[in-house]
T-cell receptor
Framework: GQQLNQSPQSMFIQEGEDVSMNCTSS?????WLWYKQDPGEGPVLLIA?????ELTSNGRLTAQFGITRKDSFLNISASIPSDVGIYFC???????????????FGDGTTLTVKP | DVKVTQSSRYLVKRTGEKVFLECVQD?????MFWYRQDPGLGLRLIYF???????EKGDIPEGYSVSREKKERFSLILESASTNQTSMYLC????????????FGQGTRLTVV
């Protein structure tokens, strides 16, 4: 199957710092999704990107869909303690069949924020 | 509030036991998924289903089977549990169309001893 390379694997930062993480793929995706998983919970969608070059913000979060369709990044500005968790990227292809909606996930970036 | 509910948060089973993990969603989603989450390996797809009684293998189906008799319910079955199936299991659902956000359950932490 398709593979996503997500980096960094983990980050330890001070409260107030900005964070950047990214995902790259050897093949194209038509949709990029970014999820956050709080400790002990399932992942929750943060941002969805549907067009190459698209830049989307959600509060302190900004994500971009790379123009090659093979990469995406997520930035978090002015981090706070509740940003702690695992962040996953996910890519989807738009099949006109029963595979539509199936995502390939990156391995995750574990974020630790020190107060 | 949309919901995906997994029947257990924690399970401890013995090697060789048959194990059922249940998942129910209340959003009328066509797609349902079972993932396994292990440290450093991200989310790996075990099986998914796009309709009642339909199932497709994911990336790591060996040792698992699934059942979808009703649209809202998707069960993961470990026919004979082994210690290497100790993991966090996550169920998710989404609409059939592409670009679909997946909604996840809270996860089941399974330990096989």
């Amino acid at each position: 199957g398709q593979q996503l390379n997500q980096s960094p694997q983990s980050m330890f930062i001070q409260e107030g710092e900005d964070v950047s993480m990214n995902c790259t793929s050897s093949s194209i995706f038509n949709t990029w999704l970014w999820y956050k998983q709080d400790p002990g919970e399932g992942p929750v969608l943060l941002i969805a990107l549907y067009k190459a070059g698209e830049l989307t913000s959600n509060g302190r979060l900004t994500a971009q869909f790379g123009i090659t369709r093979k990469d995406s990044f997520l930035n978090i500005s002015a981090s706070i303690p509740s940003d702690v968790g695992i962040y996953f990227c996910a890519g989807q292809l738009r099949f006109r069949d029963t595979n539509a909606g199936k995502s390939t996930f990156g391995d995750g970036t574990t974020l630790t924020v020190k107060p | 509030d949309v919901k995906v509910t997994q029947s257990s948060r924690y399970l401890v089973k013995r090697t060789g036991e048959k194990v059922f993990l249940e998942c129910v969603q209340d959003m009328d989603h066509e797609n349902m998924f079972w993932y396994r989450q292990d440290p450093g390996l991200g989310l790996r797809l075990i099986y998914f289903s796009y309709d009642v009684k339909m199932k497709e293998k994911g990336d790591i189906p060996e040792g698992y089977s699934v059942s979808r008799e009703k649209k809202e319910r998707f069960s993961l079955i470990l026919e004979s549990a082994s210690t290497n199936q100790t993991s966090m299991y996550l169920c998710a659902s989404s609409f059939l169309g592409a670009d679909g956000e997946a909604f996840f359950g809270q996860g089941t932490r399974l330990t096989v001893v």
